[in-house]
């Protein structure tokens, strides 16, 4: 009888440092893939758009570069094609078939809060009129934070084009960033909107 | 348990201490790399999509 409650007791102590350790590769571990995996992002930016058209971005392409400089000097992810579980464990990721930078619509793109490198972790931070740099190859498009809020996994309006309005036709460039919220959890969503405020054209090369 | 398994390897203190050692390295590093990242995309933690 003793031995048997020590031998629980022994499995349950090693039970809860397995969790223990998995909390800490929930946190840490995964993020060291993310990390890798952005550098190879990075660099098919660098080395320049696969196809001549940016309208031909293939699932898991690097689309552009995200900056806020409101969360840090150094906030600098790749945003890639698509939106599965695998896509967004290597980045930020954009809902295929909403628009692309710039364009008038919405450009949607999806992050991981606290796995992964967390890379929307501090998006709740975000206030009105801070800026939401989009460095695509061929230009760069600096939008405005216009506004925020929670709502429950299938509010779907917010990607349509035009955020909250499924049936109407867009007329502005706008951005959408969703998260999970509360952090760790799965129960509901932090949306950030922002509105297209300026164009930067880059000298092509 | 773990008193079975002090018996059951063989050698002195110090030689014990460094099985043990080496024995628990190896499952934390089979947990990190094998067991951990299959068992993640399980954990309902972390979903950020909206709509499916």
């Known amino acids: ?205 | 348990m773990y008193g079975w398994i002090w018996r059951v390897i063989p050698g002195g203190t110090g030689a014990k201490v460094v099985t043990v050692l080496l024995l628990a390295g190896l499952a934390g590093v089979v947990l990190w790399y094998v067991v951990f990242p299959k068992l993640e995309p399980h954990v309902p933690l972390d979903r950020v999509t909206v709509g499916r």
């Open chain 1, 1 to 205: 009888m003793r031995a048997l409650l020590r031998t629980c007791g022994e499995l349950s102590i090693t039970g809860g440092l397995v969790m223990l350790l998995f909390c800490g590769y929930l946190l840490w571990g995964t993020s060291s893939y993310t990390e890798w995996y952005q550098r190879i992002l990075k660099q098919q930016l660098l080395d320049g758009p696969k196809h001549a058209k940016l309208a031909k971005i293939d699932v898991g392409d690097a689309v552009a570069l995200i900056r806020i400089p409101r969360l840090g000097r150094d906030y600098e992810y790749a945003i890639l094609e698509g939106v599965t579980s695998e896509d967004l464990r290597r980045g930020p990721g954009h809902y295929p078939g909403t628009a692309l930078p710039g364009m008038v619509g919405n450009f949607v793109l999806s992050g991981h809060r606290t796995t992964y490198a967390a890379p929307f972790n501090r998006i709740d931070e975000l206030r009105r009129g801070d800026a939401i740099i989009i460095e695509a190859p061929e230009a760069r498009y600096t939008y405005r934070v216009s506004s925020k809020k929670v709502v429950y996994p299938e509010a779907v309006d917010v990607i349509a084009p035009m955020p909250g309005h499924p049936e109407s036709r867009p007329t502005k460039a706008m951005i959408t960033l969703t998260t999970c919220h509360p952090e760790y959890s799965a129960r509901q969503r932090l949306i950030v909107f922002g509105v297209l405020s300026s164009k930067q054209d880059r000298r092509s090369a």
